[in-house]
């Protein structure tokens, strides 16, 4: 098993900037990528930004060159810089880990409790 443990969420102005972090214990050594999914009002749940082992990064078009996300194997940390935001950007945020199997077939089995981000107009 794998826990995830989030911080930094909060309240930010249209236009400001906020950065969530996410620490992960337990079967470290079985987990190939991590990411973070976003939950908004009404909105169906979407993947925000992924990052492999390896470094390969993926995010939605909603975040292309406003968002980064980052690993720190050493520390076990995921992290995601948000800059430019947007009211539309408000939602739960999920910390999430796949195996590499899960990876491929675009799942993640393991979930954090979220940290909600709330941007203002």
């Known amino acids: 098993q794998v826990q995830l443990v989030e911080s930094g969420g909060g309240l930010v102005q249209a236009g400001g900037s906020l950065r969530i972090s996410c620490v992960a214990s337990g079967s470290i050594l079985s987990i190939t990528a991590m990411g973070w999914y976003r939950q908004a009002p009404g909105k169906q749940r979407e993947l925000v930004a992924s990052?492999?082992?390896?470094?390969?990064?993926n995010y939605a078009d909603s975040v292309k060159g406003r968002f980064t996300v980052s690993r720190d194997n050493a520390k076990n940390t995921v992290a995601l810089q948000m800059n430019s935001l947007r009211p539309e950007d408000t939602g739960d945020y999920f910390c999430v880990a796949a195996r590499r199997a899960e990876y491929y077939r675009g799942s993640y089995s393991f979930w954090g409790q979220g940290t909600q981000v709330t941007v203002s107009s």
């Open positions: 990052i492999t082992n390896g470094g390969t990064t």
